[in-house]
């Protein structure tokens, strides 16, 4: 039914290995926590795989015995010095050993999921030979769950964090979470909404996210709350939460007090600040590196402060897209050390497409995170199959003309998303979306790796080993982000969804309060022409990216085509790349979206025999309405720019439904 997400570990039906006999397991240091939870891992993980078999066991070996080595060693004895989870799995064919190794227990329990992503995808462990470290060392969940279940964004279900039960009760779907989070490597997670309830920071909820951390901690993942600035003031009983008064900071050091009392591991806070109506510094006219390095004193270096840039508020009226870099990055250089900025990929919200930010690279003093959506909000939710590693594979390869791509200013901090997880069987509403939370942690792993590898080894885990499934699924994957950005937002156009939810076209609208709420402020469609003009003769958002990268973006002649409406105003008919006039391109795109999904749903129906009958049906009926509102989408949209333009449509573009 989809629990089991990538873990699986589905019998293997032709594996000479496991007719060798059962295999066996010897851990060094076994009493460890986290060396005990990865021998768990490796036993239940091999006993499945072998499945078939009769009579199939795990030994586990109590110690090392000369004249009959165990088939996979764990050797994982910390030296003391902190450790990123290194880990090697190499095997000494002569004894038929497969040694797991690393600098500390969390090396083991990483290299334990390595090894068995490759057994699941059918490797012989006597063939595994790997030798990996993290890139970033920070790779972390936001959940933006409330304290009452309701999940902001969420499309699974309710919360899976039980905060009535705890501390007396722990689901053990938390301890499922944590094996799959530690399985690719995400080793934080911020527990509870941006949109923070000064809740999590009272005496009543301490003991109960104690409980969380220490179900967590043997996985490797460390916890952290998001923390609402106005505290002090709402629970605490002072008469402001100004940043530099200080009874304010003698309240935050007192409860970073307990918490670390409670938690000597918590990671720290993350903070949403003048965004959105939150409260933040700048209330009392106080800056974001003042709010920010006052809790970063209370929390000292113990643990982190992460504050988010997405600042959302009515300072520069001309280009919302503006505002983060604007308020940033005058502040370079100002943040303390333990303070992390948290950077959205790009500079309006997760949208279908948009080019990196441009605070990526600006701002050399500070310590910057990328945060993604795994929640794809603007994504056709849980229901529309997209896969989102081609989109964060574009973001963390864009060169920043600063000095590296966005992967290399964030390597030495971490990527954080959004989590889609809930209560649903399948974990994330979807079993596609599976694929985004795992594509993730296999990207802040290693931003080198391609899409089509993850996707390839996600779906032969999820799904089915065999070449012939792979060849057509990896494909359909790979394309789907294409699609949507195709049947939504074409040719660098934003923010076109329906008011408020977010799902569904509502390129019309235009009479909400704030102009950036409308998605007319983002097309500027009129009778000449559409597109926002970011260019010196617009808004000059492009001046803030480095002048190399800008050179790119600067007329409309030289934007690549995915970029054009982001940065140009043009008339309905400039000429495109492809000879076209823009109006017969973007109605061709419109068709080419709803051409793939076609196309998606098609492989899909060839893949039956591959699938178990529950969910090739969940996948196909999710299909099915993607269909429809692909074309819904489609419709729409075109209807409404010949409203604006007066043209028909172009001959010969639309295929005849
Ligand atoms: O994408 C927008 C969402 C809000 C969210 C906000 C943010 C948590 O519509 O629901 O609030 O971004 O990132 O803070």
């Known amino acids: 039914d989809g629990y089991a997400l990538w873990l699986r570990h589905a019998p293997l039906e032709d594996a000479p290995w496991l007719d060798r006999g059962p295999p066996s397991i010897y851990a060094r240091n076994g009493d460890d926590p986290t060396i005990k939870v990865a021998t768990a891992e490796l036993e239940r993980g091999l006993l499945k795989l072998g499945g078939k078999r009769d009579p199939w066991g795990v030994g586990t070996m109590p110690r090392s015995l000369p004249n009959t080595p165990a088939s996979f060693e764990l050797d994982c004895r910390g030296d003391g010095k902190p450790n990123d989870g290194r880990f090697r799995v190499a095997a000494d064919r002569s004894n038929k050993t497969v040694k797991i190794s690393g600098p500390g227990s969390i ?38 769950d409330n304290p009452d279940g309701y999940v902001e964004r969420g ?26 989070n530690a399985s690719i490597g995400i080793n934080g997670t911020v527990v509870n909404n941006v949109n923070a309830s000064p809740l999590f920071l009272t005496d009543r909820y301490i003991p109960k996210l104690k409980r969380v951390a220490d179900a967590l901690r043997p996985y490797g993942i460390r916890l952290y709350i998001s ?6 003031h709402e629970i605490g009983g002072l008469p402001t939460a100004d940043p530099l008064d200080p009874r304010v900071e003698a309240w935050w050091k007192e409860r970073a007090d307990e918490i670390y009392a409670a938690i000597p591991d918590f990671g720290g806070f993350l903070v949403k600040a003048n965004s959105e109506g939150q409260p933040g510094p700048q209330d009392y006219g106080r800056t974001h590196a003042d709010g920010a390095n006052m809790m970063a004193r209370a929390i000292g270096d113990r643990g982190t402060v992460i504050w988010r840039a997405f600042v959302y508020s009515e300072v520069d009226p001309t280009d919302r897209a503006k505002q983060a870099y604007a308020e940033f990055v005058p502040l370079d250089g100002k943040f303390a050390g333990n303070v992390i900025v948290q950077v959205k990929n790009g500079a309006i919200d997760f949208q279908p497409r948009e080019p990196f930010h441009p605070l990526f690279g600006a701002m050399p003093k500070t310590r910057l995170m990328l945060e993604t959506q795994l929640t794809k909000e ?31 200013v964030i390597a030495p901090v ?27 942690g296999r990207l802040a792993w290693d931003p080198g790796l391609s899409s089509e590898a993850i996707a390839r080894e996600w779906a032969a885990q999820t799904f089915s080993r065999e070449q012939p499934f792979l060849d057509a699924v990896v494909p359909l994957m790979l394309g789907s982000r294409q699609a949507a950005v195709d049947y939504m937002t074409p040719l660098g156009l934003t923010h076109q969804m329906a008011t408020g939810h977010h799902y569904g076209p509502g390129p019309w609208v235009a009479d909400l309060a704030r102009p950036e709420w409308n998605p007319m402020y983002y097309s500027r469609a009129d009778k000449e022409g559409i597109g926002f003009d970011r260019t010196a003769s ?69 893949l039956e025999p ?27 949209s075109i209807a409404y720019w010949q409203s604006i333009n007066g043209l028909g449509l172009p001959a010969g573009t639309r295929p005849p439904e």
Request: contains cysteine.
């Open 378 to 408: 603007y994504l056709g939710f849980a229901t529309h199959l997209v896969f989102l590693a081609p989109m964060w594979e574009e973001v963390l390869r864009a060169d920043t003309g600063r000095g590296g791509t966005v992967a290399d």
């Open 414 to 440: 971490g990527m954080a998303g959004v989590a889609n997880t809930g209560s649903d069987r399948n974990w994330s509403g979807s079993h596609f979306d599976q694929a985004n939370w795992y594509a993730f």
């Open 227 to 232: 923390a609402r600035f106005s505290a002090p």
């Open 538 to 606: 617009g808004s000059n958002a492009l001046s803030q990216y480095a002048p190399a990268v800008a050179a790119q973006w600067d007329e409309p002649g030289k934007t690549s085509p995915d970029y054009l409406l982001w940065f140009h105003h043009v008339t309905w008919d400039f000429a495109m790349p492809s000879g076209k006039p823009l109006w017969n391109e973007l109605v061709g795109r419109y068709d080419a979206g709803v051409a793939r999904v076609d196309a998606m749903a098609q492989t899909w129906a060839s």
């Open 107 to 144: 090396s083991c329990l990483y290299g334990v999921y390595a090894l068995l992503r490759e057994l699941s995808q059918g490797e012989d462990p006597l063939a595994v030979n790997l030798d990996e470290k993290p890139a970033m060392p920070l790779r972390m969940l936001n959940h933006w």
């Open 610 to 636: 591959y699938v178990d009958a529950q969910r090739f049906t969940d996948v196909a009926e999710n299909l099915r309405i993607q269909q429809q509102e692909a074309r819904w989408w489609r419709d729409a």
């Open 155 to 180: 499309y699974s279900g309710r919360s899976i964090f039980d905060w009535w039960r705890l501390p007396d009760h722990l689901d053990q779907r938390l301890l499922d979470y944590a094996s799959a």
